[in-house]
């Protein structure tokens, strides 16, 4: 089996390896292009963004949700009833709120999540999340050893057991000489090279350049192999 033989199957082997790191990857983590994070580039750079989005992994406070308005804010960190109260101006009469006694409510009426009329479930969750693993759940990011842990698992997936010296895409580049065209200048070399299978036409320079290295004579220099030594003696007898 010829040298460019050898490399085409290695590289087609790469390939199917690489071929089937991707599909695997895509079939666990899905089109890079349907990330909604603004770098769609790579999935490092996606976790790291999501990593400075959620403060690290930290506790969501009010400060975090983007559209929540200073009231909004307010009845977030509303301690009790009445902090909830003051933070929307209610007071605490039995005056009737609203246009009907049916849906009007009392001055003391404490309202929760589910009565903001133009909360969204999002909202909703993240207003009644218990704790900052409950927030995060609420808006589907992951703390940092979730992300961690799935960056560790993407870069596994990509590395698939490699050898250490051949583990990174530099590392890889550094074997192949860093030729982008590494099989072309392999199969350009090989051709400049002496055959033994079939029909090769060399220039002189090449031609000698050959002979020096077999460290043979030149058809040349020993003449013609077919020539009739016999009838020579014959023809020189007359």
């Known amino acids: 089996m010829s040298l460019v033989s ?5 590289v087609t082997r790469i390939g199917t390896e690489f071929k089937a790191i991707r599909t695997e990857r895509a079939a666990i983590t899905g089109a890079l292009a349907s990330l909604a994070t603004t770098d769609k580039s790579n999935l490092v750079a996606a976790i790291n963004e999501v990593l400075s989005a959620v403060g690290s992994g930290g506790a969501i406070d009010a400060d975090s ?87 560790a698992a993407a870069a596994a997936a990509v590395v698939d057991g490699a050898p250490g010296a051949l583990d990174t895409l530099a590392e890889l580049a550094a074997a192949l000489g860093s030729d982008a065209n590494y099989a072309a200048s392999t199969s350009t ?33 020993i003449g013609d192999p077919t020539t009739d030594f016999v009838a020579l003696f014959d023809a020189a007898l007359i």
Do not use: F, H
Not at 6 to 10: N, R, T
């Open 65 to 151: 949700i983007t559209d929540a308005t200073t009231v909004g804010k307010a009845l977030i960190r509303a301690a009790d009833a009445a902090a909830a109260r003051t933070a929307i101006a209610a007071g605490t009469s039995n005056l009737a709120l609203g246009t009907t006694s049916s849906t009007a409510k009392a001055g003391d009426y404490a309202p929760n999540a589910a009565a903001i009329s133009d909360s969204t479930t999002t909202g909703r969750a993240l207003v009644t999340a218990a704790n900052a693993a409950a927030a995060r759940t609420a808006i589907d990011v992951y703390s940092v050893a979730e992300a961690n842990a799935a960056a």
């Open 189 to 221: 070399a090989l051709g400049n090279r002496l055959r033994v299978d079939g029909a090769q036409t060399l220039n002189g320079t090449q031609q000698t350049q050959g002979q020096d290295n077999l460290s043979v004579y030149s058809r040349a220099q």
């Open 6 to 10: 050898q490399l085409s199957d290695v």
